[in-house]
């Protein structure tokens, strides 16, 4: 089943759509209370990081490849990261060096270049 999210500038939090539900900080509505917006959506791709974490778009992920020292960052794009490397069979046992650090709403300055 899909999974959305969608970033609440007004409350400053990610509100939840899955299965006819929504959802926030853990509670369950069955009405769109929290302002969840359908035009900026990120679906959870399926997979999770290292930890456990869920992967969404917009997600700012860490490669963790420790033979090859790449810490490089990226953003769960939708298509190009998940075409390469989440949807193959590669990428399966990939998201094992995969660490969720951010997202583009709430840590922008990740992506800074320093």
């Not at 939840?16 to 302002?35: K, L, M, P, S």
């Not at 969840?36 to 990120?42: G, H, K, L, P, S």
């Not at 953003?75 to 650090?101: A, M």
């Not at 951010?102 to 992506?111: A, F, T």
Request: net charge positive; with cysteine; hydrophobic share 30%.
């Amino acid at each position: 089943m899909a999974k959305y999210r969608s970033w609440s500038k007004k409350h400053k939090c990610f509100t939840y759509f899955q299965n006819g539900f929504y959802g926030i900080d853990g509670a369950v509505f069955e009405t769109n209370r929290f302002g969840f917006n359908w035009q900026n959506a990120e679906q959870f791709t399926g997979k999770t990081d290292k930890h456990g974490t869920e992967i969404y778009k917009n997600d700012i992920i860490k490669f963790c490849f420790a033979e090859k020292g790449d810490n490089s960052k990226n953003v769960v794009d939708g298509h190009l990261f998940y075409n390469t490397l989440l949807s193959t069979d590669v990428g399966e046992k990939s998201t094992k060096f995969l660490k969720v650090i951010g997202n583009i709403h709430e840590n922008s300055e990740l992506l800074e270049v320093k």
